[in-house]
T-cell receptor, first 113, second 115 residues
């Protein structure tokens, strides 16, 4: 399975944008890029996912590099409630029916008031 | 409003004493997953059900079993818990398998302690 590389931790000031990077240099052409986050003492929650084009939803934006070897999760205005571990995950799309999400180590995001 | 419900939130068992964790869902999703998450680590997939079709991960110990009696419920059985099995156990669901469907919905987890 293709792997992702994320910084172990990041800090950001409250009410400022946050850019969380993810490298996935061995990504295949059919792999989807997923982001989940896990707040303290809770299960992970879905944030966003995409294949090639940039994606926006109410929680965040996903910017995918043209060569797809990296992506960036963008939180437009961080709040204290965004403090969590953020996981960037590749989901193999080629073997339809056998796709599962394998979590990496993630980035622990700290928001500074 | 909870869509994936795990009970209990905290479970204490004794070394070697069988324990069962439960998960229920109100989403009518076809797929249910069990993940194990040890302290400060990422969740690790143990197995999943696609409807009644059980799929075990290659490195999941035999000590871990699962049952899915119907669409809504799924159980994780640990036959002889060891100290190393102390972890958060997370249940998740998805509509189906495949990238377009693979938005997972997680429960809040059951924190298992083994004494």
């Amino acid at each position: 399975d293709a792997k992702t590389t994320q910084p172990n931790s990041m800090e950001s000031n409250e009410e400022e944008p946050v850019h969380l990077p993810c490298n996935h240099s061995t990504i295949s052409g059919t792999d989807y890029i997923h982001w989940y986050r896990q707040l303290p003492s809770q299960g992970p929650e879905y944030v966003i996912h995409g294949l090639t084009s940039n994606v926006n939803n109410r929680m965040a934006s996903l910017a995918i590099a043209e060569d797809r070897k990296s992506s960036t999760l963008i939180l437009h205005r961080a709040t204290l409630r965004d403090a969590a571990v953020y996981y960037c995950i590749l989901s193999p799309g080629a073997n339809f029916g056998n796709e599962k999400l394998t979590f990496g180590t993630g980035t622990r995001l700290t928001i500074i008031p | 409003d909870a869509m994936v419900i795990q009970n209990p939130r905290y479970q204490v068992t004794q070394f070697g004493k069988p324990v069962t964790l439960s998960c229920s869902q109100t989403l009518n999703h076809n797929v249910m997953y069990w993940y194990q998450q040890k302290s400060s680590q990422a969740p690790k997939l143990l197995f999943h059900y696609y409807d009644k079709d059980f799929n075990n991960e290659a490195d999941t110990p035999d000590n871990f079993q699962s049952r899915r009696p119907n669409t809504s419920f799924c159980f994780l059985d640990i036959r002889s818990p060891g100290l190393g099995d102390a972890a958060m156990y997370l249940c998740a669901t998805s509509r189906g398998l495949g990238p377009a469907n693979e938005k997972l919905f997680f429960g809040s987890g059951t924190q298992l302690s083994v004494l």
